[in-house]
C-alpha cells in the first residue's frame, strides 16, 4: 500500500514564524503535491512537483514556497507565517506513468498561526 | 478552468439505506477520482473512475465521459460512511486535480 506522511498532525505557531511542513511517500512516485483545505473552499492547491527539483504553482502559491530536494520528500516553506494561514494542509502523491494517476494523501496538518 | 460540482451538498441518511452522490464536470477529463474524507480529515481513495462503472463491496461508481458526469452509490450505509465526499477531476493537460465541493453525508444509527 502507499503511504504518504506528514510531519506534524496539529502544529501551532505565531506571525511571523518560518514553517516547515514535511511530507514524505514511500513508492517512488514522480508527482508530489500540496493543498490546503479551509471551509467553504474547498480543496486549493498550492504547489506541485514532478520531479527532484522541479515545481509548478498551483492555484494559491502566493506566501508559500516548496522544495523537493530527494524524490519522497516534498516540503511546504510558509517564510512568515499569517494569520491567513490557518488551515488544513494535505499532501498527497501520484506516480507518474500512464494509467496510474490515482493519488494518494497524507493525513494532514492543522496550522493554526496565532 | 473545469468546474466541478457535487450534489447533493448535505445528506442525513439512516444506518441501511442507500445513496447516490452526483458529480458534474463542465469539460472533458482525464482523470476522475471519489475520496472519503473521514472526522479525522484523512482523505481516502475510493475510485479511479475516469470512465465505466467499478464496485469495491458495498460501493459503486459510474462515469459517462460523454455526457460529464459522475455518481457514486452507497448502499446498506453504515455509521462509518459518515463523513465528506470528493470528487476530482483532472484535464487531458498536466497533473492537477481540481475538486468539488464535496457532499456531507451523515449516516444515523
Known amino acids: 500500500d502507499v503511504k504518504v506522511t506528514q510531519s506534524s498532525r496539529y502544529l501551532v505557531k505565531r506571525t511571523g514564524e518560518k514553517v516547515f511542513l514535511e511530507c514524505v511517500q514511500d513508492?517512488?512516485?514522480?508527482?508530489m503535491f500540496w493543498y490546503r483545505q479551509d471551509p467553504g473552499l474547498g480543496l486549493r492547491l498550492i504547489y506541485f512537483s514532478y520531479d527532484v527539483k522541479m515545481k509548478e504553482k498551483g492555484d494559491i502559491p502566493e506566501g508559500y514556497s516548496v522544495s523537493r530536494e530527494k524524490k519522497e520528500r516534498f516540503s511546504l516553506i510558509l517564510e512568515s507565517a499569517s494569520t491567513n494561514q490557518t488551515s488544513m494542509y494535505l499532501c498527497?502523491?501520484?506516480?507518474?506513468?500512464?494509467?496510474?494517476?490515482?493519488?494518494?494523501f497524507g493525513p494532514g496538518t492543522r496550522l493554526l498561526v496565532l | 478552468g473545469i468546474q466541478v460540482e457535487q450534489s447533493p451538498p448535505d445528506l442525513i441518511l439512516q444506518e441501511g439505506a442507500n445513496s447516490t452522490l452526483r458529480c458534474n464536470f463542465s469539460?472533458?477529463?482525464?482523470?476522475l477520482q471519489w475520496f472519503h474524507q473521514n472526522p479525522w480529515g484523512q482523505l481516502i481513495n475510493l475510485f479511479y473512475i475516469p470512465s465505466g462503472t467499478k464496485q469495491n463491496g458495498r460501493l459503486s461508481a459510474t462515469t459517462v465521459a460523454t455526457e460529464r458526469y459522475s455518481l457514486l452509490y452507497i448502499s446498506s450505509s453504515q455509521t462509518t460512511d459518515s463523513g465528506v465526499y470528493f470528487c476530482a477531476v483532472e484535464l487531458n493537460a498536466g497533473n492537477m486535480l481540481t475538486f468539488g465541493g464535496g457532499t456531507r453525508l451523515m449516516v444515523k444509527p
Open positions: 498527497a502523491s501520484r506516480s507518474g506513468q500512464a494509467n496510474q494517476e490515482t493519488q494518494y
Open positions: 469539460d472533458s477529463v482525464n482523470n
Open positions: 513508492m517512488d512516485h514522480e508527482n
